[in-house]
């Protein structure tokens, strides 16, 4: 009985241990080849654009943070609306996890075609997920 006591107590253990783990930003699949012809791209959060009284004040400098990066890359435009958009991309910034997911503008159904989750992904300055959406354009357009 205390053998079985023992080995669970170090499953708990091994199981709390890759819980707790920061996991890796990466982005869970490869990014969609369909979207290599856009040139307008909309930014906002899951609970409203950076103009929402309402948005979390994270969201909102996450929104802007994320502008910054793309405008700074120049390989897209960034648009004030969705139906001036050929990629929507949304953010969402929480003390436990960031998200950027991108959406094609012109399909409904809110299927994300990419997507890249992890801590601290969203801050000013320094935008490793804006980094990871800029690299994967670039991997789907010609050479």
């Not at 949304?90 to 989750?117: C, F, I, K, N």
Request: charged share 20%; proline share 7%; no cysteine.
């Amino acid at each position: 009985m205390r053998k079985l006591g023992t080995l669970f107590s170090a499953m708990l253990i091994l199981a709390a241990m890759a819980w707790a783990a920061p996991k890796p930003s990466t982005p869970d699949r490869p990014f969609p080849a369909v979207l290599k012809n856009a040139r307008f791209v909309y930014v906002a959060s899951y609970d409203g654009d950076q103009f929402d009284p309402n948005l979390f004040p994270q969201d909102r400098a996450a929104i802007g943070a994320v502008e910054d990066s793309i405008r700074k890359w120049g390989k897209l435009m960034v648009v004030t609306g969705p139906a001036d958009a050929d990629i929507i991309v949304l953010v969402q910034s929480r003390p436990s996890e960031d998200v950027l997911a991108v959406y094609d503008a012109h399909m409904r159904g809110g299927q994300y075609l990419w997507r890249t989750m992890g801590r601290d992904g969203l801050q000013t300055g320094e935008t490793p997920m804006a980094t990871q959406f800029e690299k994967g354009f670039e991997s789907v357009q010609a050479k």
